[in-house]
């Protein structure tokens, strides 16, 4: 879970608004900036001093893991900036001093920024598993609760592969997820798609029922819902999901481990951010 302390909330105002700074964002724009990250209430800017007003905003659901995740990694997203990738960086370098007493941090996966645990090191590296409040996020995606119930049991299966040391399959299993999760939410939200299915390779419509991850995820990025960094990483998951098959394995030739797993994780992170944050 995401649970940040309130002087952490207030720094990471601080660095959303940088009053007198390179990236200032006026009232309006932190006001836009919030709605980016689909923040719940759809605040509005009051004409109150920008940082107590956002200190307010955040603080009132300091508890949603959810939306901080979303937010935590807006701030520091290339597509906020003109100078792209080279002006977030040094953003990002600032929000994770914030965040270092959290023992959190936000690290560039596939070119997406992801929210991720620090680990008790000294290495500091980013540690990765299924992101905050995943059963919560899953339902606001979709009203069906079987399908919920399914997926869920998908994420939690992966990561008792993932604790016990079956990494294999615990990379199957966050691979199936995925596809589970892209199934039912395109399939929610194209009426067509639910009748006709999607358009493959070759043209020819294949029912919904059968479109596997690879169509999935290509038709959730032609809607915007999935941005293409986030897309293009998801495919290695897609390959290292089809371990399903010991050949492909033997052919691929590799022995995942518990980095492994937690890298295939980190697509999940962009991705679900992606899905929550798409109009």
Not at 104 to 128: E, H, I, K, W
Request: proline letters at 6%; a negative charge.
């Amino acid at each position: 879970m995401v649970a940040l302390d309130l002087l952490t909330l207030e720094r990471v105002a601080r660095l959303i608004c940088d009053v007198d700074g390179p990236y200032e964002r006026t009232g309006s724009q932190v006001e836009r900036f919030l709605h980016r990250v689909r923040w719940p209430g759809d605040p509005q800017y009051d004409g109150s001093p920008r940082i107590p007003w956002l200190t307010e905003v955040l603080s009132s659901h300091a508890d949603d893991a959810a939306v901080l995740d979303r937010l935590l990694c807006r701030i520091c997203d290339p597509l906020e900036y003109d100078g792209g990738a080279e002006a977030a960086e040094p953003i990002a370098q600032e929000l994770n001093r914030i965040l270092a007493p959290e023992q959190l941090t936000v690290t560039y996966v596939g070119g997406r920024p992801v929210l991720g645990q620090l680990s008790q090191t000294d290495d500091d590296v980013p540690l990765f598993g299924p992101p905050p409040d995943l059963h919560e996020r899953v339902r606001r995606l979709t009203a069906d609760s079987k399908a919920v119930d399914f997926l869920m049991a998908r994420a939690d299966e992966a990561s008792i592969c993932q604790n016990n040391g079956a990494y294999a399959l615990a990379i199957i299993g966050i691979g199936s997820f995925v596809e589970g999760l892209l199934h039912v939410v395109v399939t929610d939200r194209d009426e067509t798609v639910r009748r006709r299915g999607l358009v493959g390779r070759s043209g020819r419509r294949i029912p919904a029922e059968r479109a596997g991850l690879h169509l999935l995820l290509e038709y959730a990025h032609r809607q915007k819902w999935v941005q293409t960094d986030a897309k293009d990483f998801m495919e290695k998951v897609r390959d290292y999901r089809n371990f399903v098959h010991p050949r492909h394995q033997i052919e691929y030739g590799l022995v995942p481990d518990l980095d492994t797993v937690r890298m295939c994780w980190a697509p999940v992170h962009a991705l679900l951010n992606d899905l929550e944050s798409a109009p």
